[in-house]
């Protein structure tokens, strides 16, 4: 991805999100994709992907279930 589209998405990211420490970065070797990072912390990549003449941008963000909260306990 060219330096402009890294730039546009991380605007786009931190305006949707209402969050200034989101951070796109070039991969090495990688020149379909980019890392999204927040405070630092690798959360996620953002592929483009481009067909008939149309292009568009995946986001991809694993969830692992041990990062997630506990959940609540039921009031029965």
Excluded: C
Aim: glycine share 6%; net charge negative.
């Amino acid at each position: 991805m060219t330096r402009s589209e890294i730039w546009r998405l991380e605007k786009y990211l931190r305006n949707l999100f209402r969050l200034d420490t989101i951070s796109v970065l070039e991969r090495p070797n990688q020149a379909d994709s980019v890392e999204v990072h927040v405070g630092g912390e690798f959360i996620g990549i953002i592929f483009k992907d481009e067909e008939d003449g149309d292009v568009s941008y995946a986001f991809q963000m694993a969830i692992l279930e041990m990062d997630l909260p506990p959940a609540p306990s039921s009031r029965a």
